[in-house]
């Protein structure tokens, strides 16, 4: 499986906010490493597909660096959820196609930074 790492270094405005972009991308959403660097606590960021607005990852008052790995939710092909076992939800890894994935953050402090590392396979 071919896997491409993007590093998206962000450094906010006065106003605590910015906005920064990977390429475009192509592939399935494997994980998104956010280090924190010198961004406030309480940092609220949302990541999502540019072109579908798709969340791929929102949180608010973050402390410190973690990493996330999102998943959507399945559905069949009546446009229910689909479960594994009636109760259980299944998820899946998210796509993109020809998509750049867009990066928000708010609440990080006057000209504070952090880096995003986007994981796509």
């Given at each position: 499986?071919?896997?491409?790492?993007?590093?998206?270094?962000?450094?906010?405005?006065?106003?605590?906010?910015?906005?920064?972009?990977?390429?475009?991308?192509?592939?399935?959403?494997?994980?998104?490493?956010?280090?924190k660097?010198t961004?406030?606590n309480?940092?609220?960021?949302?990541?999502?597909?540019?072109?579908?607005?798709?969340t791929?990852w929102?949180?608010?008052?973050?402390?410190a660096?973690?990493?996330c790995?999102?998943?959507?939710?399945?559905?069949?092909?009546?446009?229910?959820?689909?479960?594994?076992?009636?109760?259980?939800?299944?998820?899946?890894?998210?796509?993109?196609?020809g998509?750049?994935?867009?990066?928000?953050?708010?609440?990080?402090?006057?000209?504070?930074?952090?880096?995003?590392?986007?994981?796509?396979?």
């Open positions: 499986m071919h896997v491409e790492r993007h590093t998206v270094a962000l450094t906010t405005a006065s106003d605590g906010t910015v906005v920064g972009y990977t390429p475009v991308v192509t592939g399935r959403v494997l994980g998104v490493r956010y280090v660097d961004f406030d309480g940092v609220d960021f949302t990541i999502t597909a540019e072109a579908t607005g798709e791929l929102t949180e608010a008052d973050v402390n660096s973690k990493s790995y999102p998943r959507a939710q399945v559905n069949d092909t009546a446009g229910v959820a689909a479960t594994l076992d009636g109760t259980r939800a299944m998820r899946d890894r998210i796509a993109l196609a998509d750049r994935v867009k990066i928000s953050i708010a609440q990080g402090g006057n000209a504070k930074s952090g880096t995003f590392h986007v994981t796509i396979g």
